[in-house]
């Protein structure tokens, strides 16, 4: 819980200063690029959040992976800090925390789709217009295909869950059966 409230507070704070920059896109794009490093190398990830590693030593080695990947000063100096405050290991926390806060600020929210099988892209164009009339809002898909599912698609948006899989339909008509 604690961790999580920090995640969320360093991504605001990140937040409203790319936004006061105007660089969100960029930032949120760079940010991306940290995490990805961070997700390849555990070992990284614990050290930069090692509450025994010297805060100097941390810095040093956020600052040098900024600088190799070529990131604007802002994420550098950025995950620097976090890292030397001992929370490099919760970047990805903070990532996906600033990417629903520049989701929001845009107006668009975000649907997790498992599908039987993947998508087209005028299939993916439809679910999320038809999702984005329910919510009200522009809908963004973030797709994972899923053979468990005998076929169509399970979308969670919000609190919101459309189940239009065949397993969910089985589910649906074997209850009715049960109630009589």
């Keep these: 819980m604690k961790s999580q409230h920090a995640a969320r507070s360093y991504a605001r704070a990140l937040f409203e200063l790319a936004r006061e ?14 995490v990805e490093v961070l997700e390849g190398d555990a070992e990284l990830r614990q ?4 509450p025994g590693v010297a805060a100097a030593a941390k810095r040093a080695v956020a600052s ?9 000063p802002l994420i550098r100096d950025f995950v620097s800090l976090v890292s030397e405050h ?3 290991d919760q970047l990805p926390d903070i ?5 629903g806060l520049v989701d929001a600020d845009a107006g668009r929210v975000r649907a997790r789709v498992r599908t039987a099988v993947a998508l ?14 329910a919510v009200g809002k522009t809908v963004v898909i973030d797709e994972r ?8 698609f399970v979308a969670e948006v919000g609190g919101l869950v459309a189940d239009g899989s065949l397993d969910g339909q089985l589910a649906r008509i074997k209850e009715r059966l049960e109630r009589g």
């Design 145 to 152: 295909v899923d053979p468990s599912l005998l076929g169509g």
């Design 21 to 34: 920059r105007g660089q969100v896109q960029t930032t949120a794009r760079e940010l991306g690029s940290m």
């Design 120 to 133: 087209g892209d005028q299939d993916r164009a439809a679910l999320a217009a038809r999702l984005g009339a």
């Design 86 to 88: 001992g929370r490099g």
């Design 95 to 99: 990532a996906q925390v600033f990417g």
């Design 64 to 72: 040098e992976i900024a600088e190799r990947l070529r990131v604007a």
């Design 47 to 50: 050290f930069l959040g090692q």
